[in-house]
């Protein structure tokens, strides 16, 4: 189900992961509407993590070839911070090309340190979402074990 779009990008939930999906589209990335996207993005994801608490989010930036630093400095700064405050725990990665989402992702991984948000890359689509089903899982399972130890 597609939750928002515009020329940067595409953001849809999939409920049979749970997961927000948030598609970086072909060409240059207005930086007004790449930031609207990824604002909208944390809202969506904390609206629906009420009721989906295992919820996760998978990022498609193939399509990503050039951003600016600022940009790059504005994600690491605001957007990925507030996603771990929100309560992310899992993030997928379809693989990077580009020399521009190498580098995004390598950021992303340095900010992630001391969070407790685990990112994987992947190269397709599928493998993706099965490994955030079967975190999703995993998740639920350890809960239930604690949950019946109390």
Wanted: aromatic fraction near 12%; charged fraction near 30%.
């Amino acid at each position: 189900m597609i939750l928002f779009e515009n020329v940067s990008a595409i953001l849809s939930f999939d409920s049979s992961v749970p997961c927000l999906e948030l598609i970086i589209k072909q060409g240059f990335k207005n930086s007004k509407e790449f930031k609207k996207a990824h604002k909208i993005c944390v809202e969506k994801f904390i609206e629906l993590k009420l009721e989906f608490p295992n919820l996760c989010i998978f990022f498609d930036a193939r399509d990503l070839v050039k951003i600016k630093k600022r940009e790059v400095e504005w994600l690491t700064a605001k957007f990925f911070p507030r996603l771990d405050e929100a309560g992310l725990s899992k993030k997928a990665f379809l693989y990077l090309d580009s020399q521009s989402g190498k580098t995004i992702l390598e950021i992303y991984k340095e900010s992630l340190s001391g969070t407790g948000i685990t990112l994987h890359e992947f190269n397709s689509y599928a493998s993706a979402k099965a490994w955030l089903k079967i975190r999703k899982q995993e998740e639920a399972n350890l809960l239930e074990r604690h949950t019946a130890n109390e």
